[in-house]
């Protein structure tokens, strides 16, 4: 992996790298790293893995190479703006008059999803324990619970101590941490920052310190949603850079896809208008809150689900509405000047009313290449997002540096093809029916990207390292052929009664992958209720907590979701038998999924094979991966799903994207393997 990576930088040519448990990939491209003359990026999705690296691997190279280099290189993290204490929001947290998220009585009952109280609102103690805080206006009333304030409260007195000290205002560096209500008034999205020339605070500003200490490092740590954000941003975040690397990289699309994702709610509105009263007219203020009234009436009337043939009419009057309430509130502002009375919350509601703007227009324009869904939980929501980032990758990603793509699993049915399809290093297949008919898995039609589709295909090449691990000794992958295909949501009865025969066979040791909160909850009742193995279920304690009982626990099961998919990691015989109860396909009702099928279903193609079928073949490599941790582990795969082995169209694929591991449909061999387990 280190030779091909310094090929890379010789050629130009980028490299898709898979690397599996074990590998030491980490510091296969950290020491190639280390050759480049100027800063190297490296990118990952999970703040696991960005502490292992921090934390542990590139201090022990720097010491290592040390003697080599004559100096011990240096490294810092770079993190998104919201992720710093804001000097600025600290001096005014607290203050009700104009602030975008209100005081904390608001801040608290936008938990609730009530619409926010007007500044000078005022608040009264009532016999049943809560506190009623109600405004001179019709319908602004809403009941904030006094433990909850008081709570609230504590932790922000605790977070302006910790302010007074820390050197880096990094939330990841306070401890105990605080509720994401208490950070949002101390912290400063990107988008709603003034400028550190033009903030009366700017020379303390600890995001622009964090960006300073990167420029000069020789290797910085990201995550995947700022890469996008510069991307999109033109390269103005991350330092200039010869070398990306990119760990994780099978994440790479979807963390891309959420930030370019886009969404209305009438809070949002709400708080926006309270944000920009004290800056435009008062009519245009009245403007912005009869819009986000409308926006709550079209939520209210509007199903959740996708939008398939534009918006309703409630939905478009609506961003009608907040279209050009924004447009005139944003003329009234203009530019923002250091010498205005108040530079920062100006800055604010520039910014949250040109996101508003920017994404009325977007929902109102329709495009082919964008989808819209309406939500209702977690909250009321008008939802838009890109088909596809390919176009979007292909054209941002590769200019002007080499990437390095690695992951555990970027083969998908044995062949990388489906994975540098979606980071856009393949060009797009013609959307002609012929031609989308006989594409390979993973392509969108073209009319998925946003215009210009077409590019020229990158240059790049592939290299499968391979693993340390002897999976076709250490481990078993059984299919429980004879199971009738699944139907009904939730763990059908033969499931559980296969589940049962396994877990008790290995005496619990188990991990559960389920793919519903429902069939989860099902198998830990039935477990509970049959055995008397300790179930742990996801949910009832925190996953870290969850997992340190599960690994000190032997006759313990530990159950959940898709969470649990992915960055789990137990090696030895805490874990030796993995379930997986159905093959993880999107939902129907995953709005993405479901429309990116559907276009390639509109051209001839089929949306199954070129969207889910990927989709579940990464999900399920990433699932399985949880069984072997280490070259000594031993264990079973367990999927209940007869589909795996019985689906001519997709069975062998799914299985192609897997460990190779020894292969059986036979319960009496699996459970005959588990019982040798347990009894070593």
Known sequence: ???????????????????????????????????????????TATLALQSQLVDHDLPRLAEAVRPLLGREPTFAVLKGRHHYLCVAKLEHAGDAEDEPQGGLFDVVADRSNRRGLEPGGRAAATSDGTVTAADTGPAKTKTVWIGEAGRLGKQFERLRDWA???????????????????????????????GASRCPYGQECFAEASRARAREADLVVTNHSLLAVDMMAGRQIVPPHKLLIIDEAHELADRVSSATQAELTAEAVDRTARASRSFIEPEDHASLQEAADALTLGLVETPPGRLQSGLPNVLHEACTLIDGATSRALRQIGEVKADDSDPVRKQQAKATLTELNTTAQRLLAAADYDVAWVEHEPRRALVVAPLSV??????????E???????????????FEPVARSLGLIAKTPAAPDAAAKAPLGTLPAKAEKPPAEHNELPWTSLDVGSPFDYGKQGILYVAAHLPRP?????????????????????????????SRRAAQQAAELVRMKTDFTVLLQGDEALPLLVRKFRADKASCLFGVMSLWQGVDVPG?????????RLPFPRPDEPLAAARSAAVDDVGGSGFASVSVPIAAVRLA???????????????VAVLDSRLETARSYGGFLRKSLPPFWYTTKREVALGALKRLAAD
């Open 164 to 194: 007074a000290k820390t050197d880096t205002g990094d939330r990841d560096e306070l401890d105990p941490g605080v509720d994401d209500v208490i950070w949002r008034q101390v912290s400063m999205p990107a988008r709603e920052c003034v």
């Open 573 to 581: 015989d805490a874990c030796q038998l993995v379930v997986i109860d």
């Open 622 to 636: 990433q699932g399985v991966g949880r069984l072997i941790r280490s070259t000594s582990d031993k264990g079973v």
């Open 390 to 399: 390919a176009g979007l990758l292909a054209e941002k990603l590769y200019e």
């Open 401 to 415: 540096r080499t990437v390095v793509a690695t992951s555990a699993t970027l083969t998908l049915g044995g062949t």
């Open 487 to 515: 139907a009904a949501s939730g763990l059908p009865d033969a499931a559980a009664e296969e589940l049962l025969a396994l877990i008790d066979a290995l005496g619990g040791r188990t991990l559960g992958l389920f793919s």
């Open 1 to 43: 992996m280190t030779s091909a990576i310094a090929d890379s930088l010789r050629t130009g040519e980028h490299l898709l790298v898979q690397a599996g448990t074990g590998t030491g990939k980490s510091l296969a491209y950290l020491s190639p790293a280390l050759t480049v003359d100027g800063p190297v990026v490296i990118s």
